[in-house]
Nanobody
Framework: QVHIVESGGGWVQPGGSLRLSCAAS????????MSWYRQAPGKRRELVAA???????NYADAMKGRFTISRGNAKNTAYLQMNSLKPEDTAVYYC???????????WGQGTRVFVSS
């Protein structure tokens, strides 16, 4: 039982920025890591960035230098700051949560990002 709420998606011009938010909660499991994935039409879902409870981060190579994942002051909240956005970044961005003890990961509903002039 993990509840996930994503927000922050929308339309942005190429070169612009967006900040995505993922708020996760569980009264049963401890959240170990949170990740952002994205899926563009006709393409496979791919990892964007991940962050652990100890704030260790991991980025897909294509995202390094443009995207930053961070944790907020609120418990189990993760942000994805996306800068220098390109049309190729257009996708639905999903928050993924790894919960200790459940042996499972959980997906949010996704938030849509559209990069276009």
């Amino acid at each position: 039982q993990v509840h996930i709420v994503e927000s922050g998606g929308g339309w942005v011009q190429p070169g612009g920025s967006l900040r995505l938010s993922c708020a996760a909660s569980s009264s049963i499991y401890t959240i170990y890591a949170m990740s952002w994935y994205r899926q563009a039409p006709g393409k496979r879902r791919e990892l964007v960035a991940a962050i652990t409870s100890s704030n260790n981060t991991n980025y897909a190579d294509a995202m390094k230098g443009r995207f930053t994942i961070s944790r907020g002051n609120a418990k189990n909240t993760a942000y994805l700051q996306m800068n220098s956005l390109k049309p190729e970044d257009t996708a639905v961005y999903y928050c993924n949560v790894l919960a200790v003890g459940s042996g499972m990961d959980y997906w949010g509903q996704g938030t849509r990002v559209f990069v276009s002039s």
